[in-house]
């Protein structure tokens, strides 16, 4: 497989940053200078994957949030069964019904997850993949030009 991208990753650095907002401030001042910034790339190298723990998972968690996510759904669904109905009380009770039924199963799949998960995952958490440095690449035919604008901009500060 080949990673596409509409300038080859072999570019020409103008410009490495520690994060990804400087490296987005860089390439956005570009922008309003006029660059033809569809030459740059940011690229994120030294990736790493970043878990950030945010509770303890429990019995009545994992139920809570199944039946949060199944209401949503269930709602959803009665308001779609809801535009067919003939009066107003028919659209309410297709509301309240798919609002309940929904809310009922998502607490039953919450709790057959957790239970299937027999201990192992106690905990609820976010991830996401950060980089350690952000690199500028530019098209090499301009790359004297970005260089000088973003020069201009660590003078600004």
Same mark, same amino acid.
């Given at each position: 497989?080949?990673?596409?991208?509409?300038?080859?990753?072999?570019?020409?650095?103008?410009?490495?940053?520690?994060?990804?907002?400087?490296?987005?401030?860089?390439?956005?001042?570009?922008?309003?200078?006029?660059?033809?910034?569809?030459?740059?790339?940011?690229?994120?190298?030294?990736?790493?994957?970043?878990?950030?723990?945010?509770?303890?998972?429990?019995? !009545?968690?994992?139920?809570?949030?199944?039946?949060? =996510? #199944?209401?949503?759904? /269930? %709602?959803?669904? $009665?308001?779609?069964? &809801?535009?067919?109905?003939?009066? !107003?009380?028919?659209?309410?009770?297709?509301?309240? =019904? #798919?609002?309940?039924? /929904? %809310?009922?199963? $998502?607490?039953?799949? &919450?709790?057959?997850?957790?239970?299937?998960?027999?201990?192992?995952?106690?905990?609820? =958490?976010?991830?996401?993949?950060?980089?350690?440095?952000?690199?500028?690449?530019?098209?090499?035919?301009?790359?004297?030009?970005?260089?000088?604008?973003?020069?201009?901009?660590?003078?600004?500060?």
């Amino acid at each position: 497989m080949s990673a596409s991208v509409s300038m080859p990753l072999g570019g020409v650095q103008v410009g490495s940053y520690d994060g990804y907002e400087q490296a987005q401030r860089a390439v956005d001042f570009l922008s309003d200078q006029k660059f033809p910034v569809e030459n740059v790339t940011i690229i994120g190298s030294d990736l790493r994957m970043v878990e950030r723990v945010t509770g303890r998972l429990s019995w !009545g968690r994992a139920i809570g949030a199944g039946a949060a =996510s #199944g209401a949503w759904f /269930g %709602l959803f669904v $009665g308001l779609l069964l &809801g535009i067919f109905a003939e009066d !107003g009380s028919s659209w309410v009770g297709s509301v309240v =019904s #798919g609002l309940l039924i /929904g %809310l009922v199963f $998502g607490a039953v799949f &919450g709790a057959v997850g957790y239970a299937a998960s027999q201990g192992r995952r106690d905990f609820t =958490s976010t991830s996401k993949v950060v980089a350690g440095r952000y690199d500028v690449m530019c098209a090499p035919a301009v790359a004297e030009q970005a260089r000088a604008e973003l020069a201009r901009l660590s003078l600004r500060g």
